[in-house]
């Protein structure tokens, strides 16, 4: 076949991209009248020859709907949606909502269900608890007294289980707890289901939780804003970068930020797209956007939260999704989405090692000095401080501090045990506290020092220790950005 397209053709496809959006009374004509037809199940029965004959007829018919009828192609394009707090869901009639918020008052604590929506794809449940104390918030401080899962169980007896949980006080109040429940999806034709959670807030002390739920079909764009793809953004390139880095190391090659789908909200709008590069030795894994930021046209910063992406955005593995959420409308357009600093962790480990002595003490600090080679870095570990020991943590939770300095160009690093000795004197437990902290510059190079910690139940910090540094991250600066801004603002 030919694949020369005549002017026509092509005249044709230009006066088609330049069509109006699909207004929204199509869209819901359009969506309620393919529900209607799905659900009538009528059995004929056909030759061969006849059955394949209306089948090449059903895709010509299809493929003229896709070429002369825009208002159908943006119609489709507009199935998926965004629920603020729940996410991108799926529109159309497997798509539930619940109907009201639901309260379970227990042992003390309320637990409110506040949102909660069901796609195809997922069940989402935004919760929060209220009326405990942080010392009976035993997650809070160390290793869970019960590690029982949550579970989504349906009228129709099936289970959907806990697929991501995600907690956090309220900065305001840190007697609220709020909880983002992810689970499986529930049968497209279930409305009511019981949220089973065996352990609130993993505290062994309460036990035995159930609350009922009742789903409504999501029905319109009142309650789920409509997703609207972009066309495709094109970056702009990055300025010379600020911190000194080896010659053999630079930045992920066609590293760039770009836009893809916009939902738009009362009070603001949902950008969501993803950092990509090419170079394809570089999984997403080792890539951190280190510093990011929005700004309207005058440089003035613009409030935003990082949301859901979803289990609909790209995540391939040179890309890093994100969708960021924008409060309010009136600003000084266009809107630049900036990364003004990325850092990429490098290949390579040094090993160093290290004698606490007979019997360690939680807060003995000693400083080493110790210069450690890892690639084409030098790694100075400053100090060593024991961790543990505080009265909110469990019994028998101990590790290690260490302080390091290095090159601008080093971001962090990790340190572990080769070898930890576990001494379990009760039920052995996992890894818990600790964490990164970059230098006190910033973003703009770790000329100050950067921390790795961590503590480990039943962790024996005693004796000769042989320690792994890895993980080096090296900084590149930018910025790279995208400019945005809505048809009518």
Request: hydrophobic content about 40%.
């Amino acid at each position: 076949m030919s694949e020369n397209k005549s002017p026509e053709f092509e005249e044709r496809i230009h006066s088609l991209l330049a069509e109006p959006d699909a207004d929204a009374a199509f869209v819901s004509g359009l969506r309620s009248k393919l529900i209607e037809r799905n659900k009538v199940k009528t059995i004929h029965r056909f030759s061969p020859r006849l059955a394949w004959g209306i089948a090449i007829v059903l895709v010509l018919l299809i493929i003229g709907l896709l070429l002369f009828s825009p208002r159908a192609v943006e119609a489709m394009r507009r199935l998926l949606g965004y629920i603020p707090g729940v996410g991108y869901v799926e529109r159309g009639s497997t798509l539930r909502i619940l109907s009201a918020p639901v309260t379970l008052q227990k042992d003390g604590l309320t637990l409110t269900i506040k949102e909660g929506a069901a796609d195809s794809q997922r069940t989402v449940l935004l919760a929060q608890i209220e009326g405990f104390t942080q010392e009976r918030y035993q997650a809070q401080n160390g290793v869970p007294t019960c590690k029982d899962l949550p579970r989504l169980v349906s009228a129709d007896g099936s289970v959907q289980e806990t697929g991501e949980i995600d907690e956090h006080l309220d900065q305001q109040n840190d007697a609220i707890l709020f909880i983002r429940y992810e689970f499986l999806a529930m049968p497209a034709d279930q409305l009511d289901a019981a949220l089973e959670i065996p352990c609130p807030m993993w505290d062994e002390n309460y036990r035995d939780w159930k609350i009922p739920l009742h789903f409504q079909v999501a029905d319109g764009t009142h309650q789920v804003a409509p997703v609207i793809e972009l066309p495709t953004s094109l970056p702009t390139q990055p300025a010379p970068t600020g911190v000194s880095t080896p010659a053999a190391e630079s930045a992920p090659a066609g590293f760039s930020i770009i836009l893809k789908n916009v939902a738009e909200l009362k009070d603001g709008y949902v950008l969501s797209g993803g950092y990509q590069w090419s170079d394809t030795r570089i999984d997403r894994s080792a890539v951190v956007v280190s510093s990011s930021n929005i700004v309207d046209a005058q440089g003035q910063d613009v409030p935003y939260d990082e949301v859901d992406t979803g289990s609909s955005a790209d995540s391939g593995p040179q890309q890093i999704p994100f969708a960021y959420q924008i409060t309010g409308k009136k600003f000084a357009w266009p809107l630049h989405i900036i990364a003004i600093a990325i850092s990429v962790i490098q290949p390579g480990q040094g090993t160093f090692q290290f004698d606490a002595g007979p019997d360690p003490h939680a807060g003995q600090t000693w400083d080493v000095n110790i210069d450690v080679p890892v690639g084409r870095h030098i790694i100075h570990v400053q100090t060593i401080q024991v961790m543990g020991g505080s009265p909110k943590d469990p019994p028998n939770v101990l590790g290690f501090e260490f302080t390091m300095t290095s090159d601008p160009a080093v971001a962090s690093a990790l340190v572990r045990d080769m070898n930890p000795i576990i001494d379990c004197k009760s039920e052995c437990g996992g890894s818990g506290g600790g964490g990164q902290d970059f230098g006190v510059s910033g973003f703009d190079g770790a000329t100050g020092p950067f921390v790795d910690g961590w503590e480990s139940k039943d962790y024996s910090p005693a004796g000769l220790k042989t320690f792994v540094i890895s993980d080096v991250s090296i900084f590149f600066k930018g910025p790279w950005q995208v400019t945005w801004q809505p048809s009518s603002p």
